[in-house]
């Protein structure tokens, strides 16, 4: 894993998730599948194995680089942008 520019920008520390589980498939009555967690502003979201992708339409709209995974026992960090693990 390697230092993308994105990570500097991050604020610290993390900030806290702004919710449990993904709000926008909660709304459509749709289960997610992989949560992740932006570190930009703490939106929790569904990873693209979910079937309406919210993650990456979070990034899509906002341009918040970097998310972590928010699985128990997961502690790897992805960078849209660079489209690598960080």
Request: hydrophobic share 35%; proline share 10%; with cysteine.
């Amino acid at each position: 894993m390697s230092e993308c520019p994105h990570v500097a920008e991050l604020p610290r520390p993390e900030p806290a998730p702004l919710t449990d589980t993904c709000p926008e498939c909660l709304a459509a009555g749709s289960h997610p599948v992989q949560l992740r967690l932006c570190l930009a502003c703490g939106h929790v979201g569904c990873c693209d194995s979910s079937p309406m992708r919210h993650a990456s339409a979070h990034f899509r709209e906002t341009g918040h680089a970097v998310m972590r995974s928010f699985e128990p026992g997961q502690v790897w960090r992805w960078c849209f942008v660079d489209g690598s693990i960080v």
